[in-house]
């Protein structure tokens, strides 16, 4: 059974910082793609930022709304991702939910994605 872990949320003022951290159990994902989607009150669900990796090479896929300021990434054992959030701003501001996913086509599509956490709340002030 797979299991995603997600931790490192909280709440910020606007320009600072949160890293998010998704552990993930009973998931073989050398070759999947993990990453991380976000919905706030009323809002559909969108893909943030995601990472695919081929053993050697990952690729990283993001939002055009938090390129530059956000930073996916996985450990060497791509069993855990983190998504570095810097110059945060109030509208980023949601539950954040680590997924995975095999075969996805569009990397920030949440329909490709079957395995989901339970989410972790980010809170960012003005």
């Known amino acids: 059974q797979v299991h995603l872990v997600e931790s490192g949320g909280g709440s910020v003022q606007s320009g600072g910082s949160l890293r998010l951290s998704c552990a993930a159990s009973?998931?073989?994902?050398?070759?999947?793609?993990m990453g991380w989607f976000r919905q706030a009150p009323g809002k559909e669900r969108e893909g943030v930022a995601t990472?695919?990796?081929?053993?050697?090479?990952?690729?990283?896929s993001y939002a055009d709304s938090v390129k530059g300021r956000f930073t996916i990434s996985q450990d060497n054992t791509k069993i855990t991702v983190y998504l570095q959030m810097n110059s945060l701003k109030p509208e980023d501001a949601g539950m954040y939910y680590c997924a995975a996913g095999s075969w996805v086509a569009a990397p920030l599509n949440p329909s490709y994605f079957a395995y989901w956490g339970q989410g972790t709340q980010v809170t960012v002030s003005s």
């Open positions: 990472i695919i990796g081929d053993g050697s090479t990952s690729y990283a």
């Open positions: 009973g998931y073989t994902i050398r070759r999947d793609c």
